[in-house]
């Protein structure tokens, strides 16, 4: 059999050359990395005409593993770059997937304002409930009591819940589903990537190396037996009663509306002044 | 008044030195600004707002510096010239990024009128205090080029000049100019648009399986590709090699992108390094002086001549890279060298170490206003004896 043939259909959107990849055994990264290229395969999109943007973390190095024009930023700024791509050159599809703390932490303040201005640039978030990559800290999403090494007691914390963020800063597609949920987080990536304006998939994610080792939850298939037993599928409910427990994660679609997106309308204020300009000569 | 709703207004104008700065990027062929708005260069921003939408350019008021210079970088690997325009607190918040233009030789143009700080300081008064921050702002080895315009036709000519150094060397460049520069009207005198020198960043030649994004050319720079245009490339902020690969563990990879990140503009010093020498024969004293201070040297200077005091004057139009050769070839010639500057500090020991044993005197300037000719003729008087 020849290379072409033994190839795996997603094989090709991937950066042959950068693997193998850093993750930790058991980690849902890669599991996102899968439900991402598998929504490119399935919608058949052009990887010259998408750019791949991440921060820093763990999942921010799938910038590098994605087939794709791709930028691995400083920590917290890949919606903010992702903005001056999209705005400099609306014909590419550009999508950020970074981490937790990146995007919510260091990075909120950009996604707020992103939301808001409702930049044409769709965000995937691994929500892993801590800082993995720099061996376990507490976050922005870690759960009430949890213990990860800079809350050795509990964390007293309370965790962002990161749909209602979104939906209130202005998305206009929201979803969340754990790794579990494969096949729907696909779907939603790839309604995401045909939707115009900010859209927010939040993939809640093991990390059983520093996270889950901590907290009662030593091996993937732990956490994702957790995700299993407590997820609620629950499609367009309140995304402010959506907070994650111990108990119950709602996950599903929480927004689908359609809003002109930032760069249109300032596509629309450009021809509206160069109309004006060529009457008055 | 010019053609409204073209990228170069040729004709004459008065206008302020943050408008002819954005006219200067237009004119460069900036297509997109992100900022956020600070005095004194607030009125940059507000220029390009509304003549981007005329040109077909894009204009974003962002969150804060940090998501300005993101943005900026982000614009300028989608293949447009991009730029932003602060000040002193603003260029503090956008050393993070300004690392990752360095890193990732991102082509962009920084536009810093001083104030003085540090901190909150003065904003509405003028300041050459960031000149080492524009240096050394951001953590780590690297170089950058800053030009310091001296007029307000120069707001427009040098804003012009660095962004085709940016295009020809892939890393940031910086205008520092000043709040009085900014805020001041003089005459500006906008050429023909095919007058206009314009560079733009050289493209790979290979083939998009053969291109390696940050494999430099004899001048020690990569061409450029752009996202969108099918070489499907990464880069990124970790230590890499020439594929884009991250090497982070590797003291070779970090030794060669470190270095040549540095060498590409030291190398190059000779061609980026711009200077005015107003020269006699047999000078005693010289004032090295730039940006707005440069003006209160040059009347200091005729006054010292007239009272029979032989004095020259270097003035320093690229202070990044340092024109050392420039400096040392005079503290060579002369037997003191006088340095005004409106800080406590900072260009002047770039001059102590290039002119060895030629002694400096040194007139530093705080609280906004510029030099009194009268203060820099003192320090001439006081070095001529």
Known sequence: ?281 | MAEKGKAVLTGVHFMDGDTACAEGALAAGCRFFAGYPITPATEIAERIARRMPEISGMYVQMEDELSSMAAVIGASYAGVKSMTATSGPGFSLMQENIGLAAMTETPCVVVNIMRGGPSTGQPTMAGQQDVMQAKWGSHGDYEIIALAPASVQEMFDLTIEAFNLAETYRTPTFILADGILGHMSERVEIPNADMIKIIDRKKPQDSPEEYLPFKPDKNLVPPMASFGEGYRFYATGLTHDEKGHPRTDSAEAQQKLVQRLCDKIRKNADKIVKVKETTLKDAEVAVIAYGITYRSALSAVRKARAEGIQTDLLRLITLWPFPEKHVSQLAKKVKAIVVPEMNYGQIVREVERAAKETPVVFLPKLGGEPHRPTEILEGIVRASS
């Open chain 1, 1 to 281: 059999m020849t290379r072409e043939e033994t190839l795996h259909p997603l094989e090709r959107y991937l950066r042959e050359w950068m693997m193998p990849h850093i993750w930790c055994e058991g980690c849902g990264n890669g599991i996102i990395l899968n439900c991402f290229v598998r929504a490119l395969h399935e919608l058949e999109m052009d990887l010259d005409k998408i750019v791949v943007i991440s921060g820093i973390g763990c999942i921010g190095r799938l910038s590098g593993y994605a087939n794709t024009d791709a930028y691995h930023t400083t920590h917290g700024r890949a919606v903010a770059f992702a903005t001056g791509v999209k705005l400099a050159n609306p014909e590419l599809k550009v999508i950020v997937i970074s981490g937790d703390g990146d995007l919510f932490a260091i990075g909120g303040n950009h996604f707020i304002h992103a939301a808001r201005r409702n930049v044409d640039i769709q965000v995937i978030c691994a929500n892993n409930f801590n800082y993995g990559m720099t061996g376990g800290q507490s976050g922005p999403t870690t759960p009430l009591e949890a213990w990860t090494t800079t809350t050795p007691y509990g964390n007293v914390e309370r965790p962002f819940n990161l749909v209602h963020l979104a939906a209130a800063s202005g998305a206009v597609y929201v979803a969340r589903w754990t790794t579990l949920h494969a096949r729907r987080l696909t779907s939603s990536i790839k309604k995401a990537l045909q939707k115009e304006g900010f859209s927010f998939i939040e993939a809640i994610s093991q990390c059983p190396e520093v996270y889950g080792r901590r907290n009662r939850m030593a091996t993937g298939m732990d956490t994702m037996n957790w995700f299993k037993e407590i997820s609620d599928i629950q499609h367009f409910c309140d995304p402010a009663k959506a907070e994650i427990t111990p108990e119950k994660i709602i996950v599903g679609e929480f927004v689908d509306i359609e809003k002109p997106s930032y760069g249109r309308l300032l596509r629309k204020i450009r021809n509206q002044v160069q109309e004006k300009m060529k009457e008055r000569k």
